[in-house]
């Protein structure tokens, strides 16, 4: 498919060659290529937002070096060969720094596509920012010396999801049901794997895959989850996809715990209380507002005094930007040529917590504490509620980063 998807946008690379060299003076642009419009479009305005909330508070205190950060937006609709004729619309802009999140397939040909942008432009320099494109792949088989990856990988959240559903004896049927494309399929492969090694006592019911953000009615699937007599299903749905998937749970009385990648995503939080099921809808991430971590608390009152109808935003998006930004400052230089030797092996306190994660040399991948929450009745003082619930999201268990790592099967080229 690479190969493919390459091709379709070679004719639009030639251009590159005559792309503008240089930054506008003064000025470090961001290239922000994420669905805009269309299905995936309310996931994809929730990173806009954010880095426009970053940009403005960077460039409040002086910027970075003294220059300004701008992002600019480019629609990709979700699709890779669209993805890719915005990149290069991007670096013929002059923006030489990518940034994107949403879909592994649109960030496996990126990765592809900025690697061999850099190959046949030797000096120039375009780096890729992931914030969320979570194939394993892409940081393994697949690994670029272009592409840093902020979020945990697939493969880290599983190991994370399946060590808690281990501690938790009273779950012996699980039913997994995830989206038809890379991604979801890799989230199967490794809970099939996991599971079986970690506990022989948990039997897997069901594996199911659907077409990714076309069904309407989750019904006919709901129906087959209570048939098999699952008590818990493991999901990365993500979108309208889980929003209905779990509207069509309530519908049915389908009363099981629910094991997710994505339920904090737009949507979610509303199909989960319309669901009636509080405190059984699990997701792992790296960090969720109601964190007792003061520092990340006041920054999440800010963003959702800005945006009043965006009350989630990615804790991921600020480690990727504070990285950048201190290796910028670290190589004298916002020319990715420079900047990148000084992301590799990097250090960080997260956003989230304040704990220590880093930046993995070999392979480009960013390893922090991940959080396991559910969503339902918050106590406390003032809790951080969604979309309008009078529901928030709980910790219920923490994975620190020394645990978090697995190794890798990169071989990096590097320039």
């Not at 929730?46 to 909330?53: A, K, P, R, T």
């Not at 393994?140 to 592409?147: E, G, T, V």
């Not at 991604?183 to 490794?190: E, K, P, Q, R």
Request: aromatic share 10%.
């Amino acid at each position: 498919m690479k190969a493919a998807v390459f091709a379709a946008a070679l004719g639009l690379s030639l251009s590159g060659l005559a792309a503008q060299s240089a930054l506008a003076a003064g000025t470090i642009r961001i290239g922000y290529v994420d669905p805009l419009s269309g299905a995936g479009a309310s996931a994809g305005q929730i990173g806009l937002n954010q880095l426009d909330f970053i940009a403005d508070r960077i460039n409040a205190k002086g910027g970075v070096l003294g220059e300004k950060v701008k992002i600019v937006p480019y629609d990709n609709k979700l699709s890779p060969q669209t993805s890719l004729v915005q990149v290069q619309k991007a670096i013929d802009d002059g923006v030489d720094i990518i940034v994107q999140g949403n879909g592994s397939a649109v960030g496996s040909a990126i990765e592809d596509y900025v690697t061999k942008y850099n190959e046949r432009n030797p000096g120039k320099g375009v780096v890729y920012l992931n914030y969320g494109a979570i194939d394993p792949s892409i940081t393994n088989a697949d690994c670029s010396y272009w592409q840093f990856s902020f979020d945990a990988n697939v493969n880290v959240k599983m190991e994370a999801l399946t060590n808690f559903i281990r501690s938790r004896p009273s779950i012996k049927k699980v039913y997994l049901i995830n989206q038809d494309y890379d991604f979801g399929h890799s989230v199967a492969d490794a809970a099939v794997r996991m599971l079986k090694s970690k506990d022989p006592g948990v039997r897997i019911v069901g594996d199911e895959f659907h077409p990714l953000l076309k069904v309407t009615d989750f019904s006919p699937y709901i129906a087959k989850i209570k048939a098999s007599g699952a008590d818990s299903v493991i999901t990365a749905d993500w979108g309208q996809d889980l929003a209905l998937l779990l509207k069509a749970a309530g519908d049915a009385g389908l009363k099981v715990n629910w094991y997710t990648y994505y339920a904090g995503l737009t949507g979610g939080p509303t199909a989960i209380k319309q669901a009636d099921l509080p405190d059984h809808v699990f997701q792992v991430n790296e960090g969720v507002n109601n964190v007792s971590y003061q520092p990340a608390r006041k920054v999440a009152t800010e963003y959702i005094a800005r945006y009043k109808s965006d009350p989630y935003f990615y804790p991921k998006l600020f480690n990727l930007t504070d990285m950048l930004f201190q290796a910028i400052r670290e190589a004298g230089s916002a020319e990715p040529v420079k900047f990148v030797p000084k992301l590799e092996g990097m250090e960080y306190k997260t956003f989230s917590s304040g704990q220590d994660g880093f930046m993995r040399a070999k392979d480009h991948q960013f390893f922090q504490p991940l959080f396991i929450s559910t969503f339902g009745p918050v106590a406390g003082a003032h809790p951080f509620l969604d979309e309008g619930t009078g529901w928030g999201w709980k910790v219920v268990a923490e994975v620190p980063t020394k645990a978090t790592i697995l190794p890798t099967t990169c071989h990096m080229k590097r320039p």
